[in-house]
């Protein structure tokens, strides 16, 4: 089916692992956005992609790696998890500046 | 940064107006507005561009004041399903690089 999946919708790690959030667009969308939802603290911007090898920081990018090597996929990872990174995860797409974001259903992770 | 969005909570009876509100230090270039509802991705209402423009969506319209870098979305005669919590999301000038800072969100629900 068309859009944006993210996978795995539910997933409990342990401290110090690394963990990886994938998410997946079936648009061809030049820009993708992982944001991470905390009670409190709204939707917050982790990492961006302009395009395929293109990415950027957003306002809160410390202990998380993105990589795009093709313009459909956009992964998270977390490359050592800590317990303040437990959170709701969406990640979003648009096909042009400034455009309308379409979300992923969310990816909520528990970091005991 | 952060746009900061006000009240942070409304609560209204089902046919009462709503106003929130979504205000920036930085000069804006987009403003975007979603709804997200309880365990759910945000969803896209409208963008502003601009040029003070002012959009509308059934009974949910909104204003853009770039002059004063602030955005406001007006809900009329609120239904109850408009319950949800109300996030505006900005991209500025100074950041024309296509990402897009949210709010915290407004809490919005609708008594029957």
């Known amino acids: 089916d068309a859009g944006i999946t993210q996978s795995p919708r539910y997933k409990i790690t342990e401290t110090g692992r690394q963990v990886t959030l994938m998410c997946h667009q079936t648009?061809?969308?030049?820009?993708m956005f992982w944001y991470r939802q905390d009670l409190g603290h709204g939707l917050r911007l982790i990492y961006y992609?302009?395009?395929?090898?293109?990415?950027d920081k957003g306002e809160v990018p410390d202990g998380y790696v993105v990589s795009r090597s093709k313009t459909e996929n956009f992964p998270l990872t977390l490359e050592s998890a800590t317990r303040s990174q437990t959170s709701v995860y969406f990640c979003a797409s648009n096909s042009y500046p400034a455009g309308e974001l379409f979300f992923g259903e969310g990816s909520r992770l528990t970091v005991l | 940064q952060q746009p900061v969005q006000s009240p942070q909570a409304v609560i209204l009876r089902e046919g009462e107006d709503a106003v929130i509100n979504c205000s920036s230090s930085?000069?804006?270039?987009?403003v975007h507005w979603y709804r997200q509802k309880h365990g759910e991705a945000p969803v896209f209402l409208m963008i502003l561009l601009k040029g003070g423009e002012q959009k509308g969506h059934e009974k949910i319209s909104a204003s853009f004041n770039e002059k004063k870098q602030q955005s406001s979305l007006y809900l009329t005669a609120s239904q109850l399903s408009y319950s949800g919590t109300y996030f505006c999301?900005?991209?500025?000038?100074?950041?024309?690089?296509?990402?897009?800072?949210f709010g915290k969100g407004t809490r919005l629900h609708i008594l029957p």
């Open positions: 648009w061809s969308h030049s820009y």
């Open positions: 930085k000069a804006l270039y987009s």
């Open positions: 992609s302009a395009a395929a090898d293109i990415t």
């Open positions: 999301g900005t991209e500025t000038f100074m950041n024309r690089d296509d990402k897009i800072i």
